[in-house]
């Protein structure tokens, strides 16, 4: 996996994800998580205030097929949300792109592709910094398909992913005028 800034190219983020998990909601569409912060740390209500790590969560939303589905580099299937945890400080980046699922020989692994997609910074904790900017998302994934580890990282994603100021409505609040 590797985010690189679409300003700075030279600014790259390529984290190691060891936890790659897969639900799939039906034949079209899946759940894909990976991250690299401990069991511990994705209990929802653990305490983040001195962990750093990423959980990143894509939504497959058309499962391609050749003939019917457009392959370029503006199709898109597939939501990304990458979530940074630097010390307890939180940003997530949000996006879209192509995912590009590949056949795998056992029933319960997912293999896919992901290049050029983007993202760029959505929602912030007052302390985040952003090192990268816009940024292309690029993967290779493998992930397993384990719906109780899937629950558990979307869980703590979405905790806190909810409770940070979205960077959009304080754009919108900027450019109203005042009365």
């Given at each position: 996996?590797?985010?690189?800034?679409?300003?700075?190219?030279?600014?790259?983020?390529?984290?190691?994800?060891?936890?790659?998990?897969v639900v799939r909601r039906d034949t079209r569409s899946a759940d894909i998580y990976l991250t690299d912060l401990?069991?511990?740390?994705?209990?929802?209500?653990?305490?983040?205030?001195?962990?750093?790590?990423?959980?990143?969560?894509?939504?497959?939303?058309?499962?391609?097929?050749?003939?019917?589905?457009?392959?370029?580099?503006?199709?898109?299937?597939?939501?990304?949300?990458?979530m940074i945890v630097a010390r307890g400080a939180v940003g997530v980046y949000e996006g879209a792109g192509f995912?590009?699922?590949?056949?795998?020989?056992?029933?319960?692994?997912?293999?896919?592709?992901?290049?050029?997609?983007?993202?760029?910074?959505?929602?912030?904790d007052p302390g985040f910094t952003d090192p990268l900017g816009a940024v292309t998302f690029d993967a290779s994934?493998?992930?397993?398909?384990?719906?109780?580890?899937?629950?558990?990282?979307?869980?703590?994603?979405?905790?806190?992913?909810?409770?940070?100021?979205?960077?959009?409505?304080?754009?919108?609040?900027?450019?109203?005028?005042?009365?």
């Amino acid at each position: 996996m590797r985010l690189r800034s679409v300003t700075d190219p030279g600014r790259v983020l390529s984290p190691p994800l060891p936890t790659a998990v897969v639900v799939r909601r039906d034949t079209r569409s899946a759940d894909i998580y990976l991250t690299d912060l401990s069991r511990r740390d994705l209990d929802p209500l653990a305490d983040l205030s001195l962990v750093s790590g990423h959980i990143v969560h894509i939504h497959m939303f058309l499962h391609p097929s050749a003939g019917r589905t457009p392959i370029d580099s503006a199709a898109t299937n597939a939501t990304i949300r990458h979530m940074i945890v630097a010390r307890g400080a939180v940003g997530v980046y949000e996006g879209a792109g192509f995912v590009l699922p590949r056949l795998s020989a056992s029933a319960d692994t997912f293999h896919a592709r992901i290049r050029d997609a983007s993202l760029r910074l959505m929602r912030r904790d007052p302390g985040f910094t952003d090192p990268l900017g816009a940024v292309t998302f690029d993967a290779s994934i493998r992930a397993t398909e384990d719906p109780a580890l899937a629950r558990l990282i979307a869980r703590r994603f979405e905790r806190e992913a909810q409770r940070l100021p979205s960077l959009r409505a304080s754009e919108n609040e900027a450019e109203q005028p005042d009365e």
